[in-house]
Nanobody, 124 residues
Framework: QVQLVESGGGLVQVGGSLRLSCAASGRTYSSYPMGWFRQAPGKEREFVAAIHRSGGSTNYADSVKGRFTISRDNAKNTVYLQMNGLKPEDTAVYYC?????????????????WGQGTQVTVSS
């Protein structure tokens, strides 16, 4: 079992930056690929980024490529999402997720464990 707790959300102006953190508990955290998803009001939850268990491979949604960076520190049981150049359309609740699967999956149905989410609001 893995428990995930996100932090780092908040209110930021257009063009600003935020770094989200996801702290994981569980002895096998380092063996799980991890992902970030987001859900805006009235919209379905969508994929943002994912990272291989080793940290050696990543995957990004086209909408965030070049602006967001996912990373992990297995020694600290933490995955990060560095968000730069934020836009109003990035406003959403951001969720951290872990999967018992392989690779860097992009579908939410591939993930087994979820955090409670953290709100990111970008004001124009």
């Amino acid at each position: 079992q893995v428990q995930l707790v996100e932090s780092g959300g908040g209110l930021v102006q257009v063009g600003g930056s935020l770094r989200l953190s996801c702290a994981a508990s569980g002895r096998t955290y380092s063996s799980y690929p991890m992902g970030w998803f987001r859900q805006a009001p009235g919209k379905e939850r969508e994929f943002v980024a994912a990272i291989h268990r080793s940290g050696g491979s990543t995957n990004y949604a086209d909408s965030v490529k070049g602006r967001f960076t996912i990373s992990r520190d297995n020694a600290k049981n933490t995955v990060y999402l560095q968000m730069n150049g934020l836009k109003p359309e990035d406003t959403a609740v951001y969720y951290c997720a872990a999967t018992r699967g392989f690779g860097v999956p992009t579908r939410q149905y591939d993930y087994d464990y979820w955090g409670q989410g953290t709100q990111v609001t970008v004001s124009s």
